[in-house]
């Protein structure tokens, strides 16, 4: 009898012990599967990523290079009519033109001027100048007689520094003044630069850093109203 009873209970530990191995080994081989089902889904993401990311870069870049064929057929076609601040200051030829301006009347053009080129393009013209230049050269293109544009350019804020001498601009940006030039050019069609003396207290630039020539007031506001107040119209 315990012999039998001894053979029962070892048959028990036998398969007890079959069992936990049988489970175990199903256990592993479950995650074996599990984790190979991640890493494939993985990858089919990754290589889904890769191929998108290729895609938009492939878009962005065609989209590119379209803006920039774009740009280089108008910069081939833009015409200067008078001024010459960049690529930026010319003007599209528009063939039969059916709205023109009155070329009999006398323009008063008033530009208020804030804007300073970011250092990483100090050694550009300011996109503010270059954009007056634009503005007279577009009138001169309409048929407007040069003698019949009066510009008043009022400068403050930070966009200051665009009228002071070479070397006082090459101590703080490191490279030439590549203003002075469109500035000169300005003035010997008429144009009147006005510095705002509170800008210029606010920015530390004092009157003997100017470029000859430049007015100063106490405030460019008033600047603005009094030729508001004249007929002049305002650009930004």
Known sequence: M???????????????????KYNI???LNSLKVKKDSTLLALRKERDSSYHAAMHADSVKADKDYKEKEKWEKIKAIAIFPVLNAGENSGVIPVKDP???PDSNQQY????EVTFNNPDSVAK????SLAEVARVINLHV????????????IVV???????????EYYKEHFKVDNPNIKIINDLKNIGAKFIACGQAMAFFDIKKEVLLPDIKISITAQTVLSNYLL??????Q
């Open 230 to 235: 004249k007929g002049y119209v305002k650009y």
């Open 25 to 27: 080994d199903s256990s």
């Open 2 to 20: 315990k012999k039998i009873v001894l053979l029962m209970i070892s048959s028990i530990i036998f398969m007890a012990g079959f069992s936990q």
């Open 141 to 152: 293109a309409s048929g407007i007689p040069l003698k019949k544009i009066t510009p008043v």
């Open 108 to 111: 008063k053009l008033l530009f």
């Open 98 to 100: 059916t709205e023109i």
């Open 124 to 127: 550009e013209i300011n996109f």
């Open 156 to 166: 403050h804020a930070a966009a200051l520094n665009a009228l002071t001498t070479n």
